[in-house]
C-alpha cells in the first residue's frame, strides 16, 4: 500500500499506529490539564530493544495527529541504547546483537536496565494567557 508516496507495510504499521495514538491522546490530556493552548514538541524516550519500527513510528505519528489538538506538534525520539547490568558482579555493558554475556565474568545472568523503554519524555507547550 502507498500513502503520500510512502510505501506503507501493514503489519508493522498498525501496530506502531496504536502506539502513535496512545501517545497523541497521553500528550493531549497532559497538556490540556497544564493549560496549553498548543504542544510545540513532544519528546519521546524509546529504546532500541522496545520492539518499535522507528520508521514506522514517525509515519504513525504524522498520521494520528490529523484533526488532533497536537496537529503540527514536533516529535523528537531519543533512542536509547541498551545497557546491562550483570546479577554476578554488577559489570554494566552494552549487549551484543544477539549474547549477552558479562564481558567481565562471562555470566549469563544479566537484566536489561536501559533499552526497552517507551515513553513521554516531555512536553514543550505555549500555556493560555
Same mark, same amino acid.
Given at each position: 500500500m502507498e500513502i503520500d508516496g510512502f510505501q506503507v507495510y501493514l503489519p508493522h504499521i498498525m501496530h506502531e499506529l496504536s502506539i502513535a495514538?496512545? %501517545?497523541?491522546?497521553i500528550a493531549s490530556k497532559k497538556a490540556e490539564a497544564a493549560g496549553a493552548w498548543r504542544v510545540?514538541?513532544?519528546?519521546?524516550d524509546i529504546g532500541i530493544l522496545s520492539g518499535i519500527e522507528f &520508521? /514506522? @513510528? !514517525?509515519? =504513525? @505519528?504524522?498520521? =494520528?495527529?490529523?484533526?488532533? /489538538?497536537? !496537529?503540527?506538534? #514536533?516529535f523528537k525520539i531519543? #533512542? %536509547?541504547?541498551?545497557?546491562? &547490568?550483570?546479577?554476578?558482579?554488577?559489570? @554494566?555493558y552494552a549487549p551484543g546483537q544477539d549474547f549477552r554475556a558479562c564481558p567481565e565474568c562471562g555470566n549469563l545472568d544479566a537484566e536489561f536496565i536501559r533499552g526497552k523503554e517507551l515513553q513521554i519524555k516531555s512536553l514543550i507547550i505555549d500555556q493560555k494567557e
Open positions: 495514538m496512545s %501517545i497523541v491522546d510545540d514538541q513532544v519528546d519521546l &520508521e /514506522s @513510528l !514517525e509515519f =504513525a @505519528l504524522s498520521v =494520528a495527529v490529523k484533526d488532533s /489538538s497536537l !496537529e503540527g506538534t #514536533r531519543n #533512542r %536509547i541504547e541498551a545497557l546491562c &547490568e550483570c546479577n554476578s558482579c554488577t559489570c @554494566l
